[in-house]
């Protein structure tokens, strides 16, 4: 088998990637390890900034997204038992997105299937060859038999467990890597939103997320430690929790709780490799970088990376692809680390004066709480920072 671009992983990076090089008339083949079923169902990210849905849109893919989405003008920070609404759209002059990956998986799957171009799930044994020379190679097994894939150029969009990132030899690459003592667990709960914005809690017990899916399905985080076991969270202990860091003074408010459909602990890693790139092999998305998610931004980054590494292919302007990434990347690292290490509870009185110092400038300094919209409204793809 023979394509212009292998591309290895169909998340929304390797999605979005293939899409965007068949506008252009390139030529790639997808390779997914896991089924169709098990993408389309994988519950993640829930944010989307509106420069990666101006692309979706711009390369005809929001279709359903703009009909269903939710558009949200801000966000609350809530600590001490106060809420504090962050007019995000008045400061920053764009709104948010709250559309589920998964959603946004289901549409980029049936678009790729529509090109007719190749997208193959299942296949495994991935392996890279003769990354350095002008002919790389891919080889899989699809169905108990091998088969070879040659390309001028693969793409590495298979995600923080994939293959790509190891294939690269030893001493090529630097990486960075910041781990934070606690996890999330998130769930999703058939209940309608208790509140009709995103709602970040600071809070003596720990840090707690209430966000949403759709006005029938909440989907809230709890900050846990980071070694923490889904079978120590009864659902009683889960709604306890919620109702406790998510409580606030007008007595009025309520947390409507309801059966809970999916559940699952993630923990926090802030991860760069440098460079983004090896001989022909371009890394983009979770393969390159992890974010930590209070900021919402990995589905983000990951397709600002392809964006500008489709435009690099069809300039051929290859060589500068993994800097220009690399800027967006840290200042987004920047972002995440600094609103995780703002919000989430340490046994440190130290620290704990410092995040309520910067939660009250954030919430009554203009000048901060614009420069915060900015960055979780998120820059534009092309604005160099
Ligand atoms: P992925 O979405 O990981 O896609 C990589 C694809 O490659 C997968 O389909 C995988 O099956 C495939 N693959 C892996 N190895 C191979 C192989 N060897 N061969 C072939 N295919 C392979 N971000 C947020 O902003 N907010 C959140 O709430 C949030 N929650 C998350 C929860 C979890 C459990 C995880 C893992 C991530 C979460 N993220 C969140 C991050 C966000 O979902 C990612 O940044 C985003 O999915 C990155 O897209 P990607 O295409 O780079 O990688
Ligand atoms: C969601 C996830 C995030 O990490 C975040 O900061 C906001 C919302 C979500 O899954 O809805």
């Not at 899409?19 to 098990?38: A, F």
């Not at 558009?71 to 920053?92: M, N, R, S, T, Y």
């Not at 914005?197 to 900050?223: D, K, N, V």
């Not at 802030?270 to 930590?292: K, T």
């Amino acid at each position: 088998m023979r394509t212009q671009v292998a591309i290895i992983g169909a998340g929304p990076a390797g999605l979005v990637l293939a899409h965007l090089l068949h506008l252009q008339g390139i030529d790639s083949v997808v390779l997914e390890r896991q089924t169709r079923e098990h993408i389309e169902r994988r519950i993640r990210a829930g944010v989307l900034e509106p420069a990666t849905v101006d692309l979706l849109q711009e390369i005809g893919l929001a279709g359903r997204l703009l009909a269903e989405r939710l558009v949200h003008k801000g966000l609350e920070l809530l600590f001490d038992g106060v809420g504090h609404h962050v007019p995000l759209a008045e400061l920053a002059g764009r709104e948010i997105t709250i559309y589920g990956q998964h959603e946004l998986v289901k549409d980029l799957v049936a678009a790729r299937l529509d090109t007719g171009r190749p997208l193959l799930f299942e296949v495994s044994d991935v392996a890279l060859h003769d990354l350095t020379s002008d002919r790389p190679r891919v080889t899989f097994v699809q169905d108990g038999q091998t088969q070879e894939l040659q390309c001028d150029l693969i793409a590495g969009c298979d995600g923080f467990h994939g293959v790509s990132r190891p294939s690269i030899p030893d001493g090529v690459l630097t990486a960075f890597e910041h781990l934070y003592p606690f996890a999330w667990l998130g769930i999703l709960a058939q209940a309608p939103p208790s509140a009709d914005e995103l709602i970040y809690a600071y809070h003596r017990e720990g840090f707690a997320l209430h966000s949403m899916r759709s006005p029938h399905l909440t989907r809230l985080y709890l900050q846990v430690p980071p070694d923490e076991q889904l079978a120590d969270w009864p659902d009683e202990r889960i709604w306890e929790q919620l109702r406790v860091r998510l409580a606030r003074d007008d007595p009025a408010w309520q947390l409507t709780a309801g059966p809970i459909v999916e559940r699952s602990i993630t923990a926090h890693r802030s991860f760069v490799v440098e460079p983004m790139q090896y001989g022909r092999l371009f890394l983009a998305g979770d393969a390159a970088h992890i974010v930590p998610a209070t900021g919402a931004k990995g589905l983000n980054l990951a397709v600002a990376d392809v964006a500008a590494l489709a435009q690099a292919i069809v300039e051929n302007r290859l060589d500068g692809y993994s800097e220009r990434c690399l800027r967006r990347v840290w200042r987004v690292q920047h972002f995440s680390w600094w609103m995780t290490s703002m919000l989430h509870r340490v046994a440190d009185p130290f620290t704990e004066r410092l995040q309520l110092s910067q939660l009250r400038y954030l919430t009554s300094s203009p000048a901060a709480a614009t420069s915060f919209a900015e960055n979780y409204v998120g820059l534009p793809f092309d604005g160099g920072n």
